[in-house]
C-alpha cells in the first residue's frame, strides 16, 4: 500500500511555470511506476507523464512533450511534474499515480494508488 499526496497547483498566467510535487508514503518508493494524469471540468481524465522506477525511462502525452518534464527523487519519496510553457488549456485537476509494476504506461487503468489532485488554473 503506498499513500500519495501531490501539491504545488496554483493559478499562473499563461506562459508561467509550476512544479508539482506528489510525496508518497508506504513500500518502498523506488519499487513503483509513477504517472501523472488530469482531469479539467467536463472532460475525461487524460494521461500527461510517466516515469518507471529507476527514472530511466519517461513517457509522455503529445500535448504536453516538451514543455513539461517528470523526474523523481526516490530518496525523497516524490515525483515532480515541472510545467513550463503553460497554456490555458493545461487547466485541470492533476492526479499523481503509482503502481508496484514497472512500466510506462498511458493507461490509467493499470495504475493501482491515485493521490487526490491539485487544482492547476492557467489564465489568458
Known amino acids: 500500500q503506498v499513500q500519495l499526496v501531490e501539491s504545488g497547483g496554483g493559478l499562473v498566467q499563461a506562459g508561467g511555470s509550476l512544479r508539482l510535487s506528489c510525496a508518497a508514503s508506504?513500500?518502498?518508493?523506488?519499487?513503483?511506476?509513477m504517472g501523472w494524469f488530469r482531469q479539467a471540468p467536463g472532460k475525461e481524465r487524460e494521461f500527461v507523464a510517466a516515469?518507471?522506477?529507476?527514472?530511466?525511462?519517461?513517457y509522455y502525452a503529445n500535448s504536453v512533450k516538451g514543455r513539461f518534464t517528470i523526474s523523481r527523487d526516490n530518496a525523497k519519496n516524490t515525483v515532480y511534474l515541472q510545467m513550463n510553457s503553460l497554456k490555458p488549456e493545461d487547466t485541470a485537476v492533476y492526479y499523481c499515480?503509482?503502481?508496484?509494476?514497472?512500466?510506462?504506461?498511458?493507461?490509467?487503468?493499470?495504475?493501482?494508488?491515485w493521490g487526490q489532485g491539485t487544482q492547476v488554473t492557467v489564465s489568458a
Open positions: 499515480a503509482a503502481d508496484d509494476r514497472d512500466m510506462v504506461t498511458p493507461t490509467s487503468r493499470l495504475f493501482k494508488y
Open positions: 508506504g513500500r518502498t518508493f523506488s519499487s513503483y511506476s
Open positions: 516515469i518507471s522506477w529507476s527514472g530511466g525511462a519517461r
